[in-house]
């Protein structure tokens, strides 16, 4: 298991980075994507979070999240280092359809995703696997082990619920760990790596 970086890590650039790359932690409305950036950043992560109110009951689905009580509205933001001079920043978008128009924005100069997927609730996550794949934007896939989430479900079911392509990396995680989260980019970076060697040289 990899290492997750200390608290004490400093704010400013190590002097060995020299490979910058930009991934998105994408997925739906209260998977657990602030957590994870939380979990895993060395800087002081950006939210742009709200307060959910009654303005918004008709547009936001709360079903299996009535527990959640703010929501992003614009973006997250974190940065983790990772050995050989390769540093991630981490962009976490809103989950919601009435966000989708700030997604080609955020989306912009991204290497891939990380998409993370409720197996409560595995349905919620077909837009955003959706916008992956119109985008073309390379993607790993990690489902967020929430305490009651279904322990039955086999890989195969679950690729096969999400129509994942063979290739497509498939991990556990859970966003409250660094390391399990710092498991799950590293999952990605070794697909981005896998699918253009000649690019991380």
């Not at 020299?18 to 602030?34: C, E, M, R, S, Y």
């Not at 009435?98 to 998409?115: K, M, P, Q, S």
């Not at 073309?136 to 096969?160: C, E, I, K």
């Amino acid at each position: 298991m990899a290492s997750a970086p200390s608290s004490t890590s400093a704010v400013h650039l190590p002097d060995t980075a020299h490979d910058l790359v930009k991934i998105l932690v994408a997925g739906p409305f209260g998977v657990g994507k602030t957590t994870l950036i939380d979990s895993v950043s060395e800087i002081r992560p950006l939210h742009t979070e709200e307060q959910l109110t009654e303005a918004s009951a008709q547009v936001d689905d709360l079903d299996g999240v009535r527990e959640k009580v703010t929501t992003t509205v614009a973006v997250d933001f974190g940065r983790i280092s990772l050995p050989d001079g390769v540093v991630l920043y981490l962009f976490g978008t809103p989950g919601q359809e009435r966000f989708r128009a700030l997604w080609d924005d955020i989306a912009y100069g991204a290497l891939g995703a990380l998409v993370l997927v409720d197996s409560r609730r595995i349905d919620a996550s077909f837009d955003v696997l959706g916008l992956m794949e119109e985008s073309g934007l390379p993607y790993a896939v990690a489902f967020n082990a929430f305490p009651d989430s279904p322990r039955h479900h086999t890989d195969a079911q679950l690729r096969a619920a999400l129509d994942l392509d063979p290739t497509t990396p498939m991990v556990t995680c859970d966003a409250r760990d660094a390391d399990s989260s710092l498991d799950a980019l590293l999952a990605l970076v070794h697909h981005l790596i896998d699918r253009d060697p000649s690019e991380h040289r």
